[in-house]
């Protein structure tokens, strides 16, 4: 059983910034691809950032040069430090993996972690 782990939400102001955590736990064999992704109010679940095991990160526009996503492969954790943030960066937060196991190779979601940018 494999499990993903977020920490690190909360309130702030604008312009203020956070740092999110996600572990992933279990009988893993490797990890491929890890990402957030957000979902806010009536919207559709969107991609902020992900990172490759080699560390090759892309990025949504809207976050360029404001979110930096790293991960840690040695603790199975990969990090979102949100800087500069904004009213509608406001969602629930959600780590993703491609996570190959000893059967197969699948993606796993967190639980979701609530970001919620005050103005």
């Known amino acids: 059983q494999v499990h993903l782990v977020e920490s690190g939400g909360g309130l702030v102001q604008a312009g203020g910034s956070l740092i999110l955590s996600c572990a992933a736990s279990?009988?893993?064999?490797?990890?491929?691809?890890m990402g957030w992704y957000r979902q806010a109010p009536g919207k559709q679940r969107e991609l902020v950032a992900a990172?490759?095991?080699?560390?090759?990160?892309n990025y949504a526009d809207s976050v360029k040069g404001r979110f930096t996503i790293s991960r840690n492969n040695a603790k199975n954790t990969v990090y979102l430090q949100m800087n500069s943030l904004k009213p509608e960066d406001t969602a629930v937060y959600y780590c993703?993996?491609?996570?190959?196991?000893?059967?197969?190779?699948?993606?796993?979601w967190g639980q979701g972690t609530q970001v919620t940018v005050s103005s």
């Open positions: 993703n993996a491609d996570i190959m196991t000893i059967a197969t190779l699948r993606t796993y």
């Open positions: 279990g009988s893993m064999r490797s990890i491929h691809v």
């Open positions: 990172i490759g095991s080699g560390g090759s990160p």
